[in-house]
């Protein structure tokens, strides 16, 4: 996909991003509205699909053109008591939990992570937003570790539970997740980041572990990952739209 385009979609994104939260409690109310609405994403994916080639890279760039400021969004320093316990332990005592629908659970060290078959990009990360940083990142391959996990034959989605609360609901949906299906999941380009810019992932982007879904706009790309969960669905996970920016009105896939 061409520079302009990426840069117009971003744009795009966020415009409508911004029509969409304004509108959230309408569009929540007019139960045809919402139905339009999701029947045009699944129409965009299955387009975008049908067009594109499932496993085509998103464009690489040299290090000459890594930003010198990569901005950081979202959650820069999260509170949550787990997390900043295991912070001030330099995160040694961090696990990757990789269960749900999967032969195999798993419980990683960072070391063990760190050993598993890996890859490193310099890519552009584009915001909902409107902007866009170049980072270097390097990390674990997702596809190879749910290999090793084993999914079941039933699995269609793989959550990713993150340590950061950006909401403090009652109900417990302030929590941030995300979600993707198999085919971003086994992208070539899609990786458990634990470098950026040859160092250790800082806070503020995402530390110890962000994931990296170079194919699809910022806010799939979580931080703070802890645990990763196969499902065949995720009706019933947060507001049960597949991700914390989701269920406030963006949409679910975002590809670029």
């Known amino acids: 996909m061409s520079t302009d385009r990426r840069r117009w979609l971003a744009g795009a994104g966020a415009t409508l991003g911004g ?48 930003s010198p400021d990569f901005r950081a969004n979202g959650t820069t ?13 330099g995160f040694a005592d961090w696990r990757l939990v990789v269960d749900g629908l999967v032969e195999r659970p798993l419980s990683l060290t960072m070391a063990q992570l760190r050993a598993q078959p890996a890859r490193s990009q310099i890519t552009r990360h584009d915001c909902v937003e409107g902007w866009s940083s170049i980072g270097k ?22 959550v990713f539970h993150c340590a950061d609360s950006l909401e403090m609901t009652l109900d417990g949906t302030g929590q941030y997740y995300e979600s993707i299906d198999l085919i971003d ?5 899609t990786i458990l980041a634990y470098d950026m810019n040859d160092a250790a992932v800082p ?47 963006y949409e679910w896939y975002a590809g670029i």
């Open 137 to 158: 990142w390097t990390g674990a391959r997702l596809g190879p570790l749910l290999d090793q996990a084993g999914l079941k034959p039933q699995a269609r989605y793989i």
């Open 19 to 66: 029509l969409f939260l304004a509108a959230c409690d309408r569009l929540n109310a007019n139960p045809q509205v919402t139905k339009v609405l999701q029947s045009a994403e699944g129409l965009t994916l299955r387009a975008q699909r049908l067009v594109t080639d499932r496993k085509a890279l998103a464009r690489e760039f040299p290090a000459s053109d890594i």
């Open 185 to 189: 999941a086994y992208h070539p380009q």
């Open 203 to 249: 806070v503020k982007h995402g530390a110890p572990v962000r994931l990296r879904v170079e194919r699809q706009l910022g806010y799939k790309h979580a931080k703070y990952v802890m645990r990763i969960e196969a499902v065949d669905d995720f009706s019933q996970i947060g507001r049960g739209r597949g991700g914390f920016w989701e269920d406030r009105g």
């Open 77 to 89: 320093n999260p509170s949550d008591e787990a997390y900043v316990s295991l912070a001030a332990g």
